[in-house]
């Protein structure tokens, strides 16, 4: 018998430099001796003998090897071939298999492909990766991967023993490789074999991977996304009808690596909820490992239920190769590290923050990549998701590339991988990393190593655009969901919608305040006299966006010291600058934030390789407060008009904020609903303040809601008795006025009480 295949295919098969294997490998109708008859043709590296296995017939065909010795062919007289399998021998050991090159059928159309041509392929991560699927009957992993530069693609694995001359790809249009591996189950370890036309070889972990192995090694693993069962129906349709803006968002961030480790010496939580004192970042032991999604499930939630926090905030959770990136160097987009669990228990995780009424908040991101061989960088041997201009594609402070916004195919995936953790993860808002390094062509970058835009400028209108398209998109498919912007520039309308014009997010980092609210607290309470501006200059541009008040990681590494240790004065001065600031947060408009460790004031920076200081909660002053953050929390949510118009200059009004000598400011927020109002002074200093005046708007008893220098907060005590009767005294320019004592370092909330009110009314007028 006669090869029916160019001795010179075969070699292209047998040097692994075909652009499609299903031109030669596999069923193919042939014309010999003048019938048409089926030639089946397979590369079996290492193989000595194979055959044909028709098991309808229970037949078995020798296979013959032509040109090469693992290169076998056998000529079949029959009408169907559907599901044949090959038997071979290899090693001495029998194996026998379906053919993957009988399967054709693409799960990926041309539409898809067209779709993702364009950046338009809002969910490409169904098509591209690897999806564990059946085809003809037979079960088995269809993988797809974008590499358009590349000479030819395989799959490597476990299942081939990782070499790439089993499982070659066959090139599709727009750069797309794709196979059909049949009987390959979910938990295979794999990866992408990409040759550039030099012949260098790149072994490359699959960007659209659900899952990685956990670091050091870089195999991505088959699985499968729509195995769990969510019960979180109810939380997803109230998220859906509601508008997060006009609600309490106070948001807990966390590193689940750093929050706590497990180990011998790790006892149960105590009976407030709160870790019991375990180890130091000091005395952390070698036995310690990371808690699992499902041990951070019970322990996480529940500590920051008994804490009041609407939401979780999670340093990011893609994978990544260095712990000491924090998460933000990511090399897998699309799948939740391994260092915790499985995909499946993240969704555990989210689902149970869900079942407790809490919102997951997930860092994203999009703004630049690590050069890890595994990754996307130089990816099919091209500068393909990064630019090639170094003045562009790269971040040398932070030794990262940056993302060709400008490419169609990588803003797609991108743009889809957004939608992605909001549809598999169920998670309820993104933050944004680093938007301004994405905006500004010459962010962090010396005159002559970047380059303009076309109109002469250093905005980067790609990546605006792709911002613009990414918080479009999310709000058409997640009505309710957050998308926070990480923004530390003037840039205008970051929180604006698209349609006028702005970049989309519905909040925005109030880095000015943050920063001019540490310098003010840092400084000895004698010298914020001469920095009212400190305090007050937030109100000016706080309506121009929606802010989000943010007091994160960033602040607390580098050396800038832990909250606790940037106050200054004697320890309880410490705390009670705290609390203070804590409250003025609070009541301020905008939505807040807050990092792990400063609701009990840990004394140390954050170290990402060790726990937070649970044994400072056995102290008094610790945990007091962390119970002022609990108090807060529930003062908060439970006030309309501390965050229904935290946008609207209507929902916020000066008292007076020019008593510098004091360094007391008043002001009164309002709610949107009812129009109710709360009135709320500021005491920066340790000196006391008896019979200080300020002007209110109504007539009547105002209770004293919250008091930051309360005895059970650690506080003096010191306050107005549970309220003040208003004065028939204008001032302020107010028709009353109330006659108040102003605690040291505090801040104390007041509320017009209707009830008590009409009720002395009544009896005066009777």
Not at 8 to 35: A, T
Not at 376 to 396: C, N, V
């Amino acid at each position: 018998m006669a090869v029916t295949v160019d001795p010179g295919q075969i070699d292209r098969i047998v040097w692994n430099q075909h652009h499609d294997p299903f031109e030669v490998l596999g069923p193919h109708m042939v014309q010999q001796d003048g019938k048409t008859v089926w030639a089946v043709r397979a590369y079996l590296p290492q193989a000595e003998q194979a055959w044909v296995v028709l098991p309808e017939e229970h037949k078995e065909v020798p296979m013959e090897s032509f040109h090469n010795p693992h290169f076998f062919e056998c000529i079949l007289e029959v009408k169907d071939l559907a599901n044949y399998q090959l038997k071979y021998v290899s090693g001495g050991h029998v194996q026998v298999t379906y053919d993957p090159y009988a399967f054709k059928t693409r799960a990926i159309t041309d539409f898809d492909i067209h779709l993702f041509g364009e950046g338009n392929h809002h969910r490409i991560y169904e098509k591209l990766g690897a999806h564990y699927t059946e085809v003809e009957g037979v079960t088995g992993v269809y993988f797809a991967v974008w590499a358009p530069n590349a000479r030819n693609v395989s799959v490597l694995g476990d299942f081939n023993y990782w070499d790439g001359r089993k499982h070659q790809m066959r090139r599709l249009s727009n750069g797309i490789w794709d196979l059909f591996i049949p009987e390959l189950e979910v938990g295979a370890h794999y990866k992408y074999e990409i040759k550039n036309y030099d012949g260098h070889i790149y072994e490359k972990s699959d960007p659209y991977g659900f899952q990685q192995e956990t670091r050091p090694k870089t195999a991505s693993i088959v699985t499968d996304l729509d195995s769990y069962a969510w019960q979180d129906d109810d939380w997803m349709e109230k998220r859906r009808q509601t508008d997060p803006l006009t609600q309490p968002v106070s948001i807990y961030e966390v590193h689940l690596g750093s929050w706590l480790h497990e180990s011998s010496a790790t006892p149960a939580l105590l009976p407030d909820g709160t870790p019991e004192p375990v180890v130091t970042v000091a005395e952390l032991k070698p036995g310690a490992r990371f808690l699992t999604y499902r041990e951070l499930a019970a322990r996480l939630i529940p500590y920051v239920k008994e804490l009041g926090f609407t939401h979780i905030e999670l340093l990011p959770v893609a994978e990544h190769p260095f712990d000491g990136s924090w998460g933000y160097q990511v090399t897998g987009y699309y799948a939740v590290t391994s260092r915790y669990g499985t995909p499946e228990d993240f969704m555990y995780f989210v689902d149970q923050c869900h079942a407790n009424g809490i919102g997951v908040i997930v860092d994203w991101v999009p703004g630049h990549f690590p050069k890890d061989g595994h990754g996307l960088a130089f990816f099919d041997g091209t500068h393909l998701y990064e630019h090639a201009d170094p003045r562009k594609g790269e971040h040398k402070e932070w030794g990262t590339l940056v993302f060709n916004y400008g490419r169609n195919e990588v803003r797609n995936f991108l743009v889809a991988n957004a939608i992605f953790w909001f549809e598999k993860y169920h998670i309820d808002g993104i933050r944004v990393d680093a938007v301004a390094s994405m905006l500004y062509l010459n962010y962090f970058r010396k005159d002559g190593e970047w380059v303009a835009n076309e109109y002469g400028g250093c905005e980067h209108i790609e990546a605006a655009d792709f911002l613009r398209q990414v918080n479009h998109l999310l709000f058409t498919y997640f009505p309710g969901v957050l998308s926070i912007a990480e923004e530390s520039t003037a840039w205008p309308m970051v929180s604006w919608p698209t349609y006028v014009g702005g970049l989309g997010f519905n909040l925005k980092w109030n880095m000015g305040w943050m920063h001019d609210m540490l310098d003010y607290f840092n400084m000895d309470p004698w010298f914020r006299q001469f920095h009212q501006n400190n305090v007050t200059f937030s109100i000016w541009y706080a309506f121009t966006e929606n802010f989000m008040l943010a007091l994160s990681h960033d602040e607390v590494v580098h050396g800038k010291s832990n909250m606790l240790g940037k106050m200054p004065g004697d320890e309880w001065q410490k705390f009670a600058n705290l609390r203070c600031l804590y409250t003025y947060m609070f009541t301020h408009p905008g939505k807040k934030t807050l990092f792990m460790s400063m609701e009990f004031g840990q004394w140390s920076e954050w170290n990402v390789w060790g726990d937070l200081e649970w044994h400072l909660l056995q102290y008094e002053p610790h945990q007091s407060l962390k119970q002022f953050m609990t108090k807060l929390n529930e003062f908060y949510r439970s006030e309309p008009a501390l965050f229904t118009q935290d946008f609207d200059q209507a929902g916020f009004e000066w008292i007076d904020c020019s008593d510098n000598r004091h360094s007391v400011v008043s002001f009164l927020r309002r709610d949107k609903g009812t129009g109710d109002f709360v009135v709320v002074v500021c005491n920066f200093t340790p000196q006391p303040h008896s019979h200080y005046r300020i002007g209110v708007p109504e007539k009547g008893y105002y209770k004293e809601l919250f008091n930051s220098d309360a005895r059970d907060f650690g506080g003096s005590n010191m306050g107005n008795l549970g309220g003040k009767w208003s004065d028939d005294w204008a001032f302020h320019n107010r028709p009353f006025s109330l006659d108040l004592t102003l605690p040291p370092l505090g801040v104390i909330v007041l509320k017009l009480d209707q009830e008590e009110t009409q009720k002395a009314l009544a009896g005066t007028q009777e």
